[in-house]
């Protein structure tokens, strides 16, 4: 799938972990998806930010990744994921996990479930949401760029 210039855009963690470090698949999602510049500015959870700022920590990133992370996520929509129709939402990707057998940690469902909510889509490097595409979350996945040595 490719992602329309007007699509609303919910960001995964790993997808914020490469557009702070810059890296090749940070720079490839940004100047693909134009996350910088668009219209209707991308989404994410209350828990990405979590999870960022705890692989923040645990990966001792001095004061210019801090605060590249934090300019970034000004530039963003923040979304409480306890609103209503997000906890909706997890419910029903809860059920379906639990269902089908697909064992998706927690927070991956948290976050998924905001980009539902958000009737958004959700833009990733990792396959953990892949199985809700698209009947339960529309899934953008864009696998790791292999960095030259």
């Known amino acids: 799938m490719t992602l329309g210039a007007n699509d609303l855009i919910s960001l995964d963690t790993n997808v914020l972990v490469h557009w702070v470090r810059q890296d090749d698949t940070g720079i490839q999602l940004r ?46 929509v923040r979304v409480d994921a306890g609103l209503p129709d997000i906890v909706r939402a997890y419910a029903e990707i809860y059920a379906a996990d639990q269902a089908g057998g697909q064992n998706t940690g927690q927070n991956d469902m948290w976050i998924a479930a905001t980009a539902k909510a958000a009737g958004a889509i959700l833009l990733t490097c990792d396959q953990d949401c892949l199985w809700m595409n698209p009947g339960l979350v529309v899934v953008e996945y864009v696998p790791t760029v292999k960095s030259s040595p």
């Not at 510049?37 to 990966?59: C, F, H, Q």
């Open 31 to 76: 100047d693909t998806y134009h996350l910088h510049e668009r219209t209707d500015r991308p989404i994410y959870s209350t828990v990405v930010e979590g999870e960022m700022r705890a692989l923040a920590k645990i990966w001792n990133w001095g004061n210019r990744k801090l605060e590249s992370l934090d300019e970034i996520l000004e530039e963003l």
